[in-house]
């Protein structure tokens, strides 16, 4: 896992043209090349001010790019959210179950309390990683920015 960069634009952009993506997360605005670089410096930014964010998530043998797995700042709770997205080869491996206890792990030694996370409703496989990381479902969240979700917590 690591920081993205601007070298990431073309499978950023890909990712978030998924129809998965946009099912299950919904549009961020990532259109074109330019969009992308400019979701990976807003990325980069709220890392810098957090002291966490979002990563990519890349194959230790090949280098090649597998998703984006971190913390966000949802600024309803006091500890950070998870969140992750595959690229469609990369899903169903376990990859992302791998990911996500890395940053479990980090979150902890951070001295972190608990986690939240949150899904779609119909976002089972989303849900079934979650799962498997210990978070447990804890209700629906609302928000005035996108429709409600299920939410997950995890206490550390």
């Known amino acids: ?42 990325t980069n930014a709220q890392r810098k001010e957090w002291g966490y964010g979002l990563l990519a998530l890349e194959d230790k043998q090949t280098g090649l790019p597998l998703g984006v797995c971190g913390l966000f700042n949802r600024f309803a709770f006091t500890c950070p959210d998870l969140g992750f997205a595959m690229l469609p080869q990369a899903r169903g491996k376990g990859l992302c179950v791998e990911a996500c206890n890395t ?41 005035k920015t996108f429709p409600a979700q299920t939410l997950y917590w995890r206490d550390l």
């Open 103 to 143: 940053v479990i792990d980090w979150s902890k030694s951070q001295g972190y309390g608990f986690l939240t996370a949150m899904t779609h409703p119909e976002n089972v496989a989303s849900q079934r990683v979650l799962e498997k990381v210990g978070f447990k479902r804890h209700g629906i969240y609302f928000d």
């Open 1 to 42: 896992m690591r920081p993205l960069t601007l070298a990431d634009k073309h499978w950023v952009l890909s990712l978030q043209q998924d129809e998965q993506w946009k099912r299950f997360i919904g549009s961020r605005g990532v259109n074109n090349i330019d969009d992308a670089c400019d979701y990976i410096e807003s």
